[in-house]
């Protein structure tokens, strides 16, 4: 079998992207390649957090549309800019070597850094949250301003776990105004894909900053995911664009 048979193989047995399945097969080095390729596939992280407007459950539709993946952009070499972050759905897919992620959400931002080096941490304080309406309320309450960043981390997993839908939403004074969302048994220390997570971060740059701010970074031959939020005209039409500087 060549390469780029055994690289259809996996994506076909494993329903995956081209690219990712080219990472996967460069990562696999015996000739039981797929049974290989199963255990690397399952160390693949999810988004931590669900995300308004994320495009995890859309990936597969714009693959069979040919939208995805992006034909011209290597994860081993290319750099990746992804400005408007949010959960992270394109980059935790395709997950390339180089990456910049930033968005404007401050507490969204400190969580990914944290995750990034203070894991150990983090999990402690997460395991210390309760499923209950009045705790939940009163955690809302806290402000992230006066939280150490661990404590802003963990708090903004626990409400985007257990808050309604995974929104975000904040008053005219900056208060968390979501609801309880009512969850018989929502998880909210996912540790295994934290870990997860954690690994994949390793060497990713992750700011807070406006989204204009990627244009005094990224050069030519760089690649941009822009996925900005936006007013829907129907359910499924928020998939933009990506582009090379
Ligand atoms: C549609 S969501 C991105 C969803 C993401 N692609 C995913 O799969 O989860 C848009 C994101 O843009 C962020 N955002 C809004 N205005 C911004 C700005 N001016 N600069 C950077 N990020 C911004 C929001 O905080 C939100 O996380």
């Known amino acids: ?32 390649f797929l049974e290989e390729a199963a255990k690397i596939i399952e160390e693949k992280p999810r988004p931590f957090v669900k995300w308004v407007g994320g495009k995890r459950q859309l990936l597969k539709q714009f693959l069979q549309m040919h939208l995805y993946p992006p034909e011209k952009f290597n994860p081993k070499t290319g750099r990746y800019f992804e400005p408007f972050v949010g959960g992270g759905a394109v980059f935790f897919d395709l997950l390339p070597e180089r990456a910049f992620l930033s968005d404007l959400n401050s507490e969204l931002v400190v969580t990914y850094n944290v995750i990034k080096t203070d894991l150990g941490k983090l999990i402690v304080s997460l395991k210390k949250y309760k499923l209950d ?31 309604f839908n995974g929104m975000y939403r904040v008053n005219s004074r900056g208060g968390f ?53 936006y007013y829907p005209v129907s359910k499924t039409a928020s998939f933009t664009s990506y582009t090379f500087a």
Do not use: W
Request: net charge positive; hydrophobic share 35%; aromatic share 12%.
């Open 177 to 229: 105004n979501v609801p309880f969302g009512k969850y018989n048994n929502p998880l909210i220390c996912d540790e295994n894909n934290l870990r997860k997570v954690s690994r994949a971060l390793q060497n990713v740059e992750i700011k807070s900053q406006d989204y204009k701010r990627v244009l005094e970074k990224a050069k030519k031959g760089d690649f941009i995911y822009f996925d900005p939020p």
């Open 133 to 163: 309406k009045e705790y939940f309320l009163r955690v809302r309450t806290q402000n992230p301003k006066e939280l150490s960043d661990i404590d802003v981390a963990s708090r903004f997993i626990y409400l985007n776990r257990t808050g």
């Open 1 to 32: 079998m060549t390469s780029s048979q055994a690289v259809r193989k996996i994506q076909e047995t494993f329903d995956i992207n081209a690219i990712y399945a080219h990472t996967v097969f460069g990562l696999t080095k015996t000739p039981y």
